[in-house]
């Protein structure tokens, strides 16, 4: 009995203390950070430094910005269009995917899977080359067209990430979906033949419910990277001057540490991303669960 | 409802693989025409990588340049900076094998200590897991930093490894599969039989959960691997850089040096084409602990 | 002075573990005074130095140096470029106690590595004996508070770089003033094409040209830091530019020498750039161009300012962790006013303008083929690192200061507000951003 009231901890202890290590402490340290404040003395700080606690000063630093706030309001803008967006292309490819007119659905899924494995630094390096005028042949071509389209200015560049963004993950989500397609049992498909419904009345009377818990684990992983984004800004920058360096979040936050030295900032900027990407995840799935009523 | 839409419904029951001509067009024409979206950029870049910055600039994206400089860039990026490109994707290797592998163990160990023992505090822990999986793992990395750097861990393996062994998610999933398939009866078989439970854990409880850890092995070796952030912030010394660090430290050069272009198109290629084959070959693991497991609670 | 102001400061949040000091919520300070001195090593000991920098093949430069220095080796190490994650590696590495000997910083960013106490006062080690050696001007932007931090490695005086066939195209001379600069602009835009871009997301051109004007953005007043970018000169170079952006005189879409502006100068969209002599090496990458570039004189600001400016330009520092920083300035001041150091740099490294006035370097005083046989280096570039503002100095929050800047510009793009307006909002941030570090800063 001893054993067995043992055993448990020792299996979690692994996990728990690396959990402890690259999770618990940094959020804490992050906490404490953002309510903390260094003073220098002199012209560069020769003449010392003080510590001191800082209140909420800088969260109100952070929420004071505008780029800030605008960088919020932007990754928000963006999640709206580009999440919906992407999870409904991902559901239409698994439901024709999986419907039996399609010929050779494991090449496509191969296919649409395939940019899963490209980082998305490297996608955004390779989409850049195609986002470039002079470079892009869809450029080239459009200007053949007497089209002339600037795909990096302030007000295209933001869905010119979203591009990069749903290129890599619709073929990752489309898998997740099909996978759980694959799990709904043949006899219901047989039952709602019986009572006559066609395949618009198949997908949604039966494989749309069914596959509801595929589609909220997207939808909540989807929210916390639109919330991380980060490299395909930052590497865009180098072909895009609308891009600032408070472009999203998480690259101010970046910036606020690394370029500007301000940690106790970054560290406020940092508790507040993980608090928007908490508030949001969980609103989303009390709002679906509430929706959907108890199952 | 007439005899056509009938057929029509027929035809739609995935378990019947039984379509008419018209739809099987339709529906395979979409598929190809949404192929093309995610394979051109795939085509581009191997059309780019045979090219000289010159061509680049100056020759149809589309299409080859007259001469093809493929052999030439290629052997550019694997000997540039005596061959530290290899060394990346070596570093990437071990960044995402080892942090898979690891993570994969803990979170399996961890997963079955949480679905098989009912014991104080499991389900403070579980919801403590939960709350690590909906933290942005950029949001952490930062203080993160600012901790290793005090441990003097920051620029070196270690500082991108040990935070590669954490996955909430995997654990999150493997308690899930663990409580649906390791069934409790065989448990207590095996403690009467005098197991002890470490050896119920390695035996039957590992067995068991192996599609589950399949799927978070390759979760985390694809999130290691693409991985930017987290080595971007700890590391310093190009020797230790990732694939994802390396490859834009060159393309961040093109500015000022344009043959870098070369470079950069010719390492994109080499770099993306053995994921590329291991995704189509993977795909299909990919699904294990998703369909038993996560969505099905 | 203490060493490693944050890693004083992490001590303090970590060093009884994180979570007891949340509860604490400890104040701590940071003493002031000076680090020991550290001596030269013994005569049997090999010393290696490591050094960060981004120039290109960096380590055949130091290879001449190690061939004659058998006990004092340098390795270079490629980083990527400074605000490009270079800086940041130096930043993280001296807050793990770590870091190079020697790295590559720019003079603007010199003041922002002394606010983490990050370098090395050279003058403690007898930079002085050398100061003669380097063009005063460059000497004045890494010396402050009696003390120098970083050997000057490379400027970049600044002219008019120009396509001389579309110049000819319209019979006119390269513009010697900026009021002639924007009737030329006029007669580009006329058969559509733009002679220059404005920048908006890299505003360091634009402070260059104010400089240029004559203007002094920062200037130290006593233990203050006083902070002006609404004087005559930066508002008559703001005005200038707004009148060119309202006239849609400039391109303001393209990044300077983004792939898009490659593109652009290689067709003929863009007629020419008022840049740094290191342009010179990236103009070579337009395609098809060539023997087509000409490099004249900059604009003036008639009757008032100065012939020329400075833009980027970089020095060797030495950082706070250096176990050898005697050698280490050895090498900086050998790499930087020796004429193989020079050479060496020029030849394989492609630095900007040498910072000793006594020898531009050897392969500069030919004639270049690709700017049509002209010899500009001679021509241009000498006299126009004779004629620049003595009085810009930088602050510890240029970066800031710059993507402030930038965003403030953009807004210009999408016509909320004005350059002079955008210059105005900036001054006021930068006297924040400085007392939000607890400096002492005012307005001028």
């Known amino acids: 009995m001893k054993a067995q009231k043992a055993a448990p901890w020792l299996l ?54 505008p780029e800030f706030t605008a960088s919020i309001g932007r990754v928000l803008l963006f999640g709206a269009v580009q999440v919906p967006l992407m999870i409904a292309l991902a559901t239409v490819l698994a439901l024709l995917l999986e419907s039996a007119s399609a ?70 989500n489309t898998l997740i979906i099909v996978a759980q397609l694959k799990a709904i049992p043949g006899d219901l498909y047989e039952a709602a033949r019986v009572d006559g419904a066609g395949p618009w009345q198949i997908a949604r009377s039966i494989q749309l419910p069914l596959i509801r818990p595929a589609l909220m684990l997207t939808v909540v992983f989807s929210i916390i990277g639109t919330l991380q984004i980060f490299a395909e800004p930052k590497i865009l920058r180098e072909v895009s001057p609308a891009i600032n360096n408070d472009y999203t979040p998480n690259l101010a936050a970046y910036n606020s540490a690394f370029n500007y030295n301000e940690y106790n900032v970054a560290a406020a900027q940092a508790v507040l991303i993980a608090l928007a990407a908490f508030v949001l995840s969980y609103a989303f799935l009390y709002l679906s669960n509430r929706k959907a009523g108890r199952r | 409802m007439s005899a056509k839409d009938r057929a029509g419904a027929r035809a739609a029951d995935p378990r019947q693989r039984r379509a008419n001509a018209g739809s099987t067009i339709l529906v395979t024409g979409i598929l190809v ?18 090219k000289t910055t010159e061509d680049l600039f100056t020759t149809n994206g589309f299409w080859f340049a007259p001469t093809t400089h493929l052999t030439e860039n290629v052997t550019r990026v694997l000997t540039y900076d005596d061959g530290i490109f290899l060394r990346w994707f070596a570093n990437s290797v071990l960044y995402a094998g080892i942090g898979g592998l690891v993570a994969t163990l803990f979170a399996a160990a961890g997963g079955y200590a949480l679905a098989k023992y009912a014991f104080r505090g499991r389900e403070a822990v579980y919801g403590l ?68 439970e470490m050896r119920i854990f390695a035996t039957l409880g590992l067995r068991a959960m192996v599609p589950a850890m399949v799927t978070v092995f390759l979760f985390q070796l694809v999130g290691i691997w693409n991985n930017y952030f987290l080595p971007l912030i700890m590391l310093a010394d190009p020797d230790l850089y990732p694939l994802t660090l390396g490859l834009n430290n060159w393309y961040a050069q093109v500015e000022r040096l344009p043959e870098f272009y070369e470079l950069t198109t010719g390492g994109v290629l080499v770099s993306t084409v053995p994921l590329v084959a291991a995704m189509f070959v993977l795909q299909r693991f990919w699904r294990g602990g998703f369909t038993e497991g996560a969505v099905k609670e | 002075m203490a060493r490693l102001s944050r890693r004083n400061l992490l001590r303090a949040g970590v060093g009884a573990g994180a979570v007891a000091a949340l509860a604490g919520c400890g104040t701590g300070a940071r003493p002031a005074g000076q680090p020991p001195l550290i001596p030269r090593a013994g005569p049997g000991e090999t010393v290696h130095l490591t050094y960060w920098s981004w120039l290109k093949d960096l380590q055949r430069v130091c290879d001449v140096w190690n061939a004659a220095h058998p006990r004092v080796q340098v390795e270079a190490v490629w980083s990527q470029p400074g605000n490009d994650g270079g800086y940041q590696s130096m930043f993280s590495a001296l807050a793990a ?31 002085d004996r050398h100061a003669d050696k380097y063009d005063p001007t460059l000497v004045s932007q890494v010396g402050f508070n009696g003390g120098v931090y970083g050997a000057p490695q490379d400027s970049g005086p600044c002219a008019f770089f120009h396509r001389s066939d579309l110049l000819d195209e319209i019979g006119a001379e390269p513009p010697g003033t900026w009021q002639e600069w924007t009737d030329l602009s006029a007669e580009y835009r006329a058969a559509d094409r733009y002679l220059e871009c404005f920048y908006v997301s890299d505003t360091s051109l634009f402070a260059a040209i104010a400089a240029q004007a004559g203007a002094a953005w920062f200037q130290i007043d006593g233990d203050r830091w006083a902070v002006d970018l609404t004087d005559d000169a930066t508002m008559m170079v703001a005005e200038h530019f707004d009148r060119a952006i309202e006239r849609d005189l400039v391109e303001t879409s393209l990044g300077m020498f983004s792939p898009g502006w490659f593109a652009a100068a290689a067709d003929g969209r863009i007629g020419a750039i008022t840049c740094a002599s290191w342009a010179d090496a990236l103009i070579q990458g337009t395609g098809g161009t060539e023997g087509l570039w000409r490099v004249a004189p900059m604009p003036t600001w008639s009757g008032t300012g100065y012939g020329s400016t400075q833009l980027g330009g970089s020095t060797a520092a030495v950082l706070a962790n250096s176990a050898h920083p005697q050698e280490a300035l050895d090498f900086s001041v050998w790499m930087t006013t020796d004429p193989a150091g020079i050479d060496a740099m020029i030849e394989h490294s492609g630095i900007g303008w040498t910072p000793a006035p006594d020898h531009i370097g050897t392969r500069r005083r030919q004639a270049s083929e690709f700017f049509g046989g002209q010899r500009y280096n001679e021509e241009v570039f000498v006299p126009a690192s004779r004629r620049q503002n003595p009085d810009w100095i930088w602050s510890p929050v240029v970066q800031q200061v710059f993507d402030n800047l930038a965003d403030n510009f953009r807004r210009r793009l999408t016509g909320e507000i004005t350059l002079m307006e955008a210059c105005a909002r900036t001054e006021r941030d930068t006297v924040r951003m400085l007392r939000d570090k607890g400096l002492s800063a005012r307005s001028l």
């Open chain 1, 12 to 65: 979690l202890t692994p996990f728990l203390a690396f959990f402890t290590l690259a999770f618990l402490l940094p959020i804490l340290y992050a906490v404490w950070q953002s309510f903390t404040r260094v003073r220098l003395s002199g012209l560069f700080g020769e003449d010392g430094a003080t510590t001191s606690f800082a209140g909420f000063d800088n969260y109100a630093k952070a929420l004071g910005n």
């Open chain 2, 33 to 50: 025409v949404v192929s093309v979206y995610f394979l051109v950029p795939a085509y581009w870049i191997v059309v780019a990588a045979t």
């Open chain 2, 129 to 196: 897991v939960l709350g690590g999986v909906l933290v942005p793992a950029t949001a952490t990395a930062l203080p993160l930093f600012l901790l290793f750097s005090e441990l003097g861990l920051t620029n070196s393996y270690w500082s991108v490894l040990i935070p590669s062994v954490v996955s909430p998610f995997g654990l999150f999933l493997c308690r899930i599969y663990a409580a649906a398939t390791v069934p409790d009866t065989v448990i207590e078989a095996a403690r009467i039989d005098g197991a002890g």
């Open chain 1, 103 to 172: 010929k050779w659905p494991r090449f496509f899924r191969a296919a649409y899977f395939m940019p899963y494995g490209v980082p998305g630094v490297i996608a955004t390096i390779l989409w850049s080359f195609l986002y470039v005028p002079g470079l892009s042949p869809f450029l080239d071509l459009a200007e053949s067209l007497g089209i002339t389209v600037d795909v990096l200015g302030p007000s295209t560049v933001l869905w010119s990430i979203a591009n990069i963004v749903t290129w890599t993950y619709t073929g990752y």
């Open chain 3, 97 to 127: 106690g770590g870091g190079p000997d020697i790295a590559q910083i720019e003079m603007r960013q010199i003041p922002a590595f002394m606010l983490v106490n990050g370098l090395v006062d050279l003058s403690r080690y007898g930079f």
